[in-house]
């Protein structure tokens, strides 16, 4: 569980990193695409945080750290 | 007859040709001079005769050398750059505007000249090393722009403007926009995983916008309603700063506790529609100044002619000539200081008349119109305006000591009605504070004994619902919207509260002369043997040749008679004139004067009486001429209130206005100002609400005591006293419809009252059962406040158009 989260935070990190250098064109299929894994990521994640809150797995700070990722990526790619 | 070019005036006495121009006077036709050689004529083409004819200024400004006064009347002094400002009243049109801003082009010393119209002022920037202040306000009096510069100039205090509404309103709305958007995702649940990440600094973000809502836009209301708590009031920012309190303190422990994203946006819209209420309530009128004293109307300075010390001849001593002049600021005078006053200055203090023939116009004082006569050693008041040349007068009391000034002394004027005033609002408002704090105690009870916690989400949810924000509302909105109707048909009102107590008067109280009477018509009829047309030729030629203010309204009635050159004339100052052509001499003045006074017409009203080949004649009789539509006023005032005349003059015209009159009303004469101000005062302690309406500064006293004080003016512009509000004299006829409306908009306000009443339940229905989401709150309140602006806005708008244009 613990590794996914890393794994994700990376992913977050990479989609992120994308968006910076892509964020100049309005290309759909573009912008489509990131909707689209942003959704995939961000429903992992709430599976992952219901699990830590009931057999808390890993140190919690981890958990808010990709979170907090998310919640910014969320809003440069859902507004 | 030709039309002056300049000021548009009938060319009578003289007519000059220039450039295919006429103009009636030398003045006129020196401004249209300067205007051309300094290609300024686009002055007559933005409007047609624009000008006014410039009045004979000589030594008028000559306190202008004195430096202590130019240090007192500059805004900004530093080397080259000076800064004046002055208040011109001739200023009325974009043809003022456009000379006065291009007076850089006559005279270069001037750098920019920059016209407020609405105030009528000017703001001039000019090098004091090029052009002294004194040519700069004569190069104005030169154009007919006379400055108005008074005693209220020299002890001018610099003006602060208030601004911290707008900056309270700007911060509240700008929090409120904020607050409402951050408060969106959680009031319609956005199940966005990211804005879920975004919670809980939306809520921090939102706590941070409500801290200057509170604290600082919001600070009226808790420092209102802790002053009226102090002084045992229960006034209606009571109940809002206890729903200010409570929805910051409630909003701030949902957030702490997690329990909610809290109230924040209905506490910053509250706070942001009430500022709005308050900004609508406030109208002011630029043009005009409801605390006007004596200050306004006295010079700054005066000539004070000083004794030589040495080589004064002894001949100069034993006629007490006064050998060389010196500008005094007035303040300066005191008793024994001898004084010059000029044809047409004003008087600025008590004194006795040494030198000259005085023929003093009091209608400045008193409102009575006809000039009075002294003679040497006669006491003079001040206030007065000398009308026939040059007087030397010993100063008595010193300006603040003075008669007229001792009015001022009188504590009514220091005293604030609106302080003195419980409004509806807060009459309401201690019933409704007391009946919203035992619902929410007697909820918290029920609820305490059912379910303890939500016991103080009910207490905090009654107070947070039951904030008045709409009665709150209704007073201001329909009050502002009053007085802008009142102002654009001509009634000018100090302030909304005067509108609701116009509502309570059961009294008014009119003076007569300036008031029901008017200056600018007088009523004039002659009574004896008709003149022969020779005679009417020589009589209307003499009175043409004559300064005097009742030949010059003569001469207005007489003018078509013909005029012919007199062969001889003479003014017996005090007196009367004479004129001669050929075999007919006529006299023209008091009966006495005339040769016969067993022929005074019993009549106490002012008369001119007329001799031939001192053969009497018979007299003109000046009659008050009363404004039109006089009785209808009464008869519409007598339904709801009593009348009252007080007038300064004899009871000359008791019978003609018992005519006009109602039975009961109540007729005084011969009253002083300060009789008025003590009729009034009486009124009052019987338990009245009066209202006092009247022109000249006599009745300052009357108004300043009276619950409203509406000062009448021929033009608005010009002069009123201190007072509540003033009427246009063409709107005076008006004043009971004006009244009507002042009830009809209390009668909104109640229904505005039982229209967030309703509200009120409602939420309250939410809130005692523990049902008040914020979105509830959210919804509930702004639409409450909305919907109340929107039902006062119409009902003050139909009620408006009752009032004809």
């Known amino acids: 569980m613990k590794k996914e989260v890393t794994q994700l935070h990376s992913r977050l990190k990479q989609l992120q990193f994308m968006y910076d250098q892509n964020q100049d064109q309005e290309c759909e299929s573009i912008q489509l695409y990131f909707k689209t894994e942003y959704a995939q990521i961000t429903a992992r994640l709430k599976t992952i945080e219901e699990h830590q809150s009931r057999n808390n797995q890993f140190p919690q700070f981890l958990l808010a750290d990709v979170l907090q990722t998310a919640g910014i990526l969320g809003m440069y790619v859902m507004v | ?805």
């Open chain 2, 1 to 805: 007859m030709e039309n002056c070019y300049h000021c548009g005036d009938a060319c009578r006495d003289t007519t000059i040709v220039r450039k295919d121009k006429f103009f009636c006077c030398q003045g006129c036709k020196m401004v249209f001079d300067i205007l051309n050689e300094n290609e300024l004529t686009y002055y007559y083409d933005l409007e047609s005769t624009p000008g006014k004819s410039p009045l004979e200024i000589a030594g008028r400004y000559d306190f202008l050398d004195n430096q202590p006064i130019i240090d007192q009347l500059l805004e900004f002094d530093e080397q080259d750059t000076q800064i004046v400002s002055f208040t011109i009243p001739h200023i009325h049109c974009s043809s003022c505007i456009w000379v006065l801003e291009n007076l850089n082009k006559i005279n270069p010393a001037i750098k920019t000249a920059q016209v407020n119209f609405p105030e009528k002022s000017i703001r001039i920037t000019y090098n004091s090393s090029e052009v002294q202040l004194k040519e700069l306000v004569l190069l104005l009096c030169r154009l007919g722009y006379e400055p108005n510069i008074s005693l209220e100039d020299f002890n001018k205090k610099e003006k602060k403007i208030d601004r911290s509404l707008i900056y309270k309103l700007g911060i509240a709305g700008f929090a409120f926009g904020n607050i409402m958007f951050l408060s969106f995702p959680e009031y319609f649940e956005v199940d966005e995983f990211w804005l879920h990440q975004f919670k809980n600094m939306f809520r921090w973000l939102m706590f941070a916008f409500s801290l200057p809502v509170v604290f600082y836009s919001g600070r009226g209301y808790f420092e209102s309603a802790y002053k009226g708590l102090r002084s045992g009031i229960l006034n209606i920012d009571v109940p809002i700063a206890i729903g200010i309190a409570v929805l910051f303190l409630r909003s701030t422990l949902d957030i702490i506790m997690d329990w909610g994203t809290g109230f924040f946006d209905s506490l910053a819209g509250l706070v942001f529609f009430l500022l709005l209420g308050k900004f609508f309530q406030q109208k002011t009128y630029a043009f005009l100044s409801f605390e006007r004293d004596y200050k306004s109307y006295f010079p700054i300075a005066v000539t004070q002619l000083m004794q030589e010390e040495d080589g004064e001849s002894a001949f100069a001593k034993a006629k007490n000539l006064s050998t060389h002049e010196q500008q005094t600021p007035v303040y300066e005078l005191k008793p024994g200081h001898r004084i010059l006053i000029r044809n047409n200055e004003l008087i600025p203090t008590d004194g006795i008349l040494k030198e000259g023939t005085a023929l003093i116009d009091y209608s400045f004082v008193t409102g009575e119109a006809v000039p009075v006569s002294k003679v040497l050693g006669d006491k003079i008041y001040a206030g007065g305006r000398q009308q026939a040349g040059v007087i030397e007068m010993e100063v008595t009391k010193a300006v603040e000591q003075s008669y007229l000034t001792q009015l001022w002394n009188n504590e009514v004027f220091s005293k604030n009605k609106a302080t003195t005033f419980e409004n509806l609002t807060d009459q309401i408002s201690r019933r409704f504070t007391i009946g919203i704090l035992s619902i929410a105690v007697v909820a918290t009870i029920i609820w305490l004994f059912t379910n303890p916690f939500t016991a103080f989400n009910v207490f905090t949810a009654v107070l947070i619902v039951a904030c008045p924000c709409a009665i709150a509302l209704a007073a201001p909105f329909t009050l502002g919207n009053m007085l802008r109707i009142f102002g654009k048909h001509k009634l000018y009102l100090k302030e909304s509260s005067v509108l609701e107590q116009m509502s309570h008067i059961d009294t008014v109280v009119f003076d007569k002369t300036g008031t029901l009477t008017t200056h600018r018509q007088n009523l004039i009829s002659y009574e004896g043997i008709n003149l022969t047309d020779e005679e009417q030729t020589v009589l209307t030629s003499t009175l043409r040749a004559s300064n005097h203010p009742l030949s010059r309204a003569l001469y207005d009635m007489l003018q078509d008679q013909g005029i012919c050159t007199l062969d001889e004339f003479d003014e017996h100052t005090g007196s009367g004139i004479t004129g001669s052509r050929g075999k007919i001499s006529v006299k023209i003045g008091s009966p006495t004067f005339v040769g016969n006074q067993a022929q005074m017409n019993p009549s106490t009203n002012t008369q001119v009486h007329i001799s031939s080949n001192d053969q009497y004649k018979g007299c003109y009789i000046f009659y008050n001429n009363y404004r039109d539509g006089m009785q209808q006023l009464f008869s519409n005032l007598n339904r709801t209130v009593q009348l009252v005349i007080l007038s300064g003059d004899n009871n000359g015209e008791e019978a003609f206005l018992k005519t006009q009159l109602p039975a009961n009303a109540i007729l005084k004469f011969n009253q002083k100002p300060d009789d008025k101000l003590q009729f009034i005062n009486r009124l009052q302690q019987e338990g009245k609400k009066v209202m006092m309406v009247g022109d000249g500064l006599n009745d300052a006293g009357a108004l300043a005591q009276s619950n409203v004080g509406i000062a009448v003016s021929e033009d608005v512009n010009v002069f009123s006293p201190a007072c509540d509000g003033i009427i246009d004299a063409s709107k005076l006829m008006d004043l009971a419809l004006f009244m009507n409306l002042s009830r009809r908009s209390i009668r909104i306000i109640k229904y505005a009252f039982v229209f967030s009443l309703f509200y009120n339940l409602i939420g309250l229905a939410f809130a005692v059962t523990g049902n008040l989401a914020p979105v509830v709150a959210a919804i509930l309140m702004p639409l409450s406040s909305i919907s109340i602006v929107v039902f006062t806005t119409i009902s003050t708008y139909l009620i408006g158009r009752k009032i004809t244009p």
